[in-house]
């Protein structure tokens, strides 16, 4: 058979599209988002290329309409677990050995589906699913994971280029095998394009994926699953189990065969994930890779100099964009006593704007959160800040979950930096702003450095260079994406790769080549062309 050096395509990022009133695709997404709400679906789970339908099942509902029924999802039992453990061992021995050039035709066949015939219904199943705008379904369920899909193609094909020296006496090659074994993805619920990229990423470089979903995002993997069936994934590549994550994850972490984590999710659960991995260490195969992005408390802080409008709309689109339920939302700023007062009622004046509702109704800025937990938690600590003598709401603080989980977007203004809503993540439309004195900016730049325990996003908006370099300097390991004059949020793959460090993960870089290469285990090999046959060397004389 012939062989070449081949060239994937070149990738480019997907274009986001407006949905404006009577343009084509909000008329499709509209129609695709009425036809899936008003007919319930059955997810099984997908193991060995099967649908497993174990009888045991839990209801899906809307968030902003949480009465209303949309499907049902199948639990899994351990055994099915160890099923998808052991189907993905056996579908390891050929899927591993399929030629690069194939498997990146899958993943680049998957991308063109999203863009093409499934981009509609994956943007509906997002905005049923996680109760999404249609601009934040876009730019993620499509645009994203399109992204993700196409700039891991090339970034595997630069990682195969990086060959060492050789010379003419020896060729020195390094091929990068998958890992030993499987590897385990956990998704969050907020991103449909984090769910799917956890999974596939791995499954690119030659691995197989048991891949657990989070149960608040079930609907929209479902579609994903749908798309990396028709894109030719063969079976047993990537299994997909929904249940008690407990039980799914230790029957995971107790085999041997055990290889990788690719995580996003809640800082407590992946430190206890790092502990049992640590705990059966022992019993392992291999030192299993452990990829985690996790938690945040995102900043913003603006200089005496910075444009007020623009510090305000950093704030109204960093914190309240998808109901603040993004890991990079701004949770936390600091404006400066000058700047404060046209700040402050930029900010009510936007928020005092902000429609709220069903993302059906396309005119909705703000929708629901994603379920009773978050908007328990929310309430407590708008509720707390509005008895606290130490805080105070400028605008928004109400909240209603008689028929979607509606939390305002609420402005807490605090004299105390270290106060509660400050330092906590909440991961909901709500920021906390401290007001400093314009000649302690030096001193609040390591406020904002010390308060949190995270170091996931940040942004500095300022007109003056000066400033702008000593909050870079000062701000260094305070986020692993750092903005300047801009919102904390939106990285676009290929363009800014994501991550953080401290609490917020091991900023392995989604959207990179870096995070690609934690799923391969390089094996260098020498081939010598004339092999010596005596050992004596010319020093023994």
């Known amino acids: 058979m012939g062989k070449g050096f081949f060239n994937v395509p070149i990738a480019v990022n997907e274009t986001v599209k407006s949905y404006a009133p009577g343009s084509p695709e909000r008329n499709t997404v509209l129609h695709a988002y009425k036809e899936m709400i008003n007919n319930k679906i059955d997810v099984p789970l997908y193991i060995n290329g099967k649908d497993i339908k174990t009888g045991n099942t839990r209801t899906m509902s809307p968030p902003h309409d949480h009465q209303h029924i949309v499907g049902t999802y199948h639990l899994a039992k351990q055994i099915h677990v160890k099923e998808a453990i052991s189907t993905a061992l056996e579908a390891r021995k050929t899927w591993s050995q399929m030629p690069w050039e194939q498997r990146a035709a899958i993943f680049l066949r998957a991308a063109e589906l999203i863009a093409g015939p499934y981009r509609a219904k994956i943007n509906a199943a997002t905005m049923i699913a996680q109760s999404k705008t249609i601009h934040q379904a876009e730019i993620d369920s499509a645009c994203e994971l399109i992204d993700f899909l196409r700039f891991n193609v090339q970034f595997m094909t630069d990682i195969y280029t990086e060959q060492p020296e050789s010379t003419s006496d020896a060729w020195n090659r390094v091929e990068y095998r998958p890992l030993e074994g499987f590897t385990y993805a956990v ?28 149960d608040s ?9 749908d798309v990396f069936k028709e894109a030719g994934v063969p079976a047993g590549v990537i299994n997909v189990i929904f249940g008690d994550p407990v039980m799914i994850t230790n029957t995971v972490l107790e085999s041997p065969d055990f290889s990788g984590l690719h995580f996003t999710g809640s800082t407590f659960i992946f430190k206890e994930l790092w502990k049992q991995i640590g705990n059966n260490i022992h019993n392992y195969k291999t030192y299993p890779r452990i990829v985690g992005e996790t938690g945040g408390k995102d900043f913003i802080i603006a200089h005496k100099s910075a ?18 339920q993004k890991c990079s939302a701004a949770s936390r700023a600091y404006i400066p006593e000058s700047l404060w007062e046209d700040v402050k009622n930029y900010v009510i004046e936007d928020v005092n704007s902000f429609k709220m509702g069903s993302p059906e109704d396309m005119s909705n800025f703000i929708t629901a959160v994603i379920h009773e937990g978050s908007f328990d938690k929310l309430a407590k600590y708008i509720d707390q800040a509005e008895a606290d003598s130490d805080a105070d709401i400028v605008v928004g603080g109400g909240y209603n979950k008689s028929k979607g989980y509606f939390i305002e977007p609420t402005v807490i203004v605090t004299s105390n930096p270290k106060y509660a809503t400050m330092c906590t993540e909440l991961f909901g439309p709500v920021i906390t702003i401290y007001v400093y004195k314009d000649e302690d900016y ?34 260094q390991n305070s986020a692993g994406n750092f903005y300047i004059n801009d919102k904390p949020t939106g990285a676009v793959v290929g363009q800014q790769p994501f991550g953080g460090a401290r609490a917020s993960g091991t900023n392995d870089k989604a959207g990179s080549a870096q995070n690609l290469l934690r799923w391969v285990s390089p094996r260098l090999i020498k081939e010598t062309f004339v092999t010596p046959e005596d050992y004596r060397y010319p020093f023994l004389g």
Do not use: H
Request: hydrophobic fraction near 45%; include cysteine.
């Open 217 to 225: 995002q079930i609907y929209s993997a479902k579609v994903i699953m």
């Open 307 to 324: 444009n007020p409008k623009q510090v305000a709309t950093a704030i109204s689109r960093g914190a309240f964009e998808f109901q603040g």
């Open 442 to 475: 030096s001193e609040t730049l390591k406020l904002v450095d010390e308060t949190s325990e995270y170091a996931l996003t940040g942004a500095i908006l300022s007109r003056d260079r000066y400033a702008i370099v000593e909050a870079t300097n000062i701000l």
């Open 187 to 214: 998704t969050p619920f907020n991103f449909t394009a984090i769910a799917g990229n956890l999974p596939a990423c791995m499954a690119l470089m030659g691995n197989v994926v048991v891949w657990k979903p989070s």
